[in-house]
């Protein structure tokens, strides 16, 4: 079911910023997350740290994972890896595939993405056979190979987020808020 994209040297997308103005909501604070290997000093802290100038570095064969356990069922509209050649270079993904299940033993492929040369954000859509955003209890990010054939792999962020939008719950079957007093009723909080 997976569907393979490629994606160029640079993106303008800025996951923090649709955040931060309510266009999806990172998600992955509430998950556990674990990485199949890394170096001292370059792990999960480093990955989520917000800074750009840290990151996990692998330490083992490929394919590198980074794992992602949702205590509940969980939408996910996107996965975001931040990544920099030009800084990494043959420490930078050139394939990555996203899988997604309930647990380590049904994990399936839903993406596939090509990388060529990246610097700033990499943004993954996750989608089922429909082309909604998925529901899952796990994610697991495969980096499968490397630049220039490199073997550990360098990734300075990832950002797991979910739609943020009032549509995606189905307030509209049930009529409009109009009334001042039934405003308060339109979103969730």
Known sequence: MSHVQTIGSTNDT?????DSEGKVREVGGQAIWSLSSCKPGFGVDQLRDDCMDTYWQSDGQLPHLVNIQFRRKT???EICIYTDYKLDESYTPSRISIRAGTNFSDLQEVEVTDLTE???WVVM?????HE???RTFMIQIAVI???QN?????MRQIKVNSPADSRAMPFHEHGQ?????MQQFCHIR
């Open 14 to 18: 800025d996951p923090i910023k649709e």
């Open 75 to 77: 939408t996910v509209k």
């Open 118 to 120: 990246p610097t700033g």
């Open 125 to 129: 859509p996750v989608k089922d056979i």
């Open 132 to 134: 909604r955003p998925i």
């Open 145 to 147: 190979s490397n630049h």
């Open 150 to 154: 490199g073997r550990d792999t360098h």
């Open 177 to 181: 808020f109009v009334t001042v007093d």
